[in-house]
């Protein structure tokens, strides 16, 4: 009798634990949908709020709750991915820019359509500020001939930022690096290109460089090499800043220090003193 007891009682356990395993198994892939859905779509944006950072939006459509909020739209949006359509709002998270473009009914009246991929070097993108550039990448060339791709901009060639590369003179200074010097070009649609050089201690280039984070100009000088159309530009020279140091008035006050005078000097171009900076 305890035997047959016993054996009653190993039946309902193998069997407890045979519907434990199937119901773990439906419902682990339940878990992983929830868990990706949760860092994909959100809840509708209104027009006039911050957008969530690192997403794209994907359609824009009218709605009564942000219309109570001062604008009569919402945008929906998502994570962004290699091949994404998304409305074009000019603002895409890096690396991402906008390869083409189209009219479009679900991002009407506010936004053109474009599809997104990760960029890389020699990636054709649109152009005219019609998609961001990575901070690290230039626009190597560009053309308008082709009037379907982006909806009738201009075509950028980018690639990543390197020393002696020539970039038109319609990109982006990229951190890093400045100007060198000024070249004619037929590879920029009219534009001329100029010469890139890396950021170091002492270097001197183009005053319509991108400045250098952290660094002051000591120096100036005239230059025919940073003449670009109307822009008449001087070599400057680039020092990381230390106590004591003299800087030309035209050179940022990095933080971390302020002026404490100035005294008499030759090496500022179209000045004849600087300042002498002090640290905090």
């Known amino acids: 009798m305890e035997r047959m007891k016993l054996f009653h009682m190993c039946k309902v356990f193998w069997l407890l634990a045979w519907l434990f395993v199937i119901l773990a198994a439906t419902w682990a892939p339940q878990v992983a949908r929830a868990s990706n859905t949760s860092i994909g779509q959100m809840d509708p944006v209104c027009q006039s709020w911050p957008m969530p950072t690192g997403y794209v939006i994907t359609s824009v459509q009218l709605s009564q709750p942000c219309n109570s909020a001062g604008t009569g739209y919402a945008y929906a949006v998502d994570l962004p991915s290699d091949g994404m359509t998304v409305c074009n709002n000019r603002a895409e998270p890096a690396p991402y820019v906008v390869t083409s473009l189209a009219t479009s009914t679900k991002c009407a009246p506010l936004f053109d359509e474009g599809i997104i991929h990760s960029v890389t070097d020699g990636m054709s993108i649109c152009g005219d500020a ?17 009037k379907v791709t982006c909806n009738g901009a201009s075509i950028y060639r980018v690639q990543s930022a390197s020393a002696g590369a020539a970039m038109c003179s319609i990109s982006a200074r990229p951190s890093g690096y400045v100007v060198d010097h000024v070249n004619s070009s037929n590879q920029c649609i009219g534009f001329n290109s100029y010469t890139l050089k890396p950021v170091t201690e002492g270097v001197s280039a183009c005053s319509f460089s991108r400045l250098p984070d952290g660094y002051v100009v000591t120096a100036g000088a005239q230059t025919p090499n940073c003449t670009d159309g109307d822009l008449h530009g001087d070599y400057w020279t680039f020092n990381q800043p230390y106590d004591g140091v003299v800087v030309c008035p035209f050179s940022p006050v990095p933080s971390g220090y302020y002026l404490t005078g100035t005294v008499n000097s030759n090496k500022c171009y179209g000045a004849s003193f600087g300042y002498v900076l002090k640290q905090l």
């Open 130 to 146: 019609l998609s961001p550039i990575p901070d690290a990448y230039i626009v190597t060339s560009a053309s308008n001939t082709d």
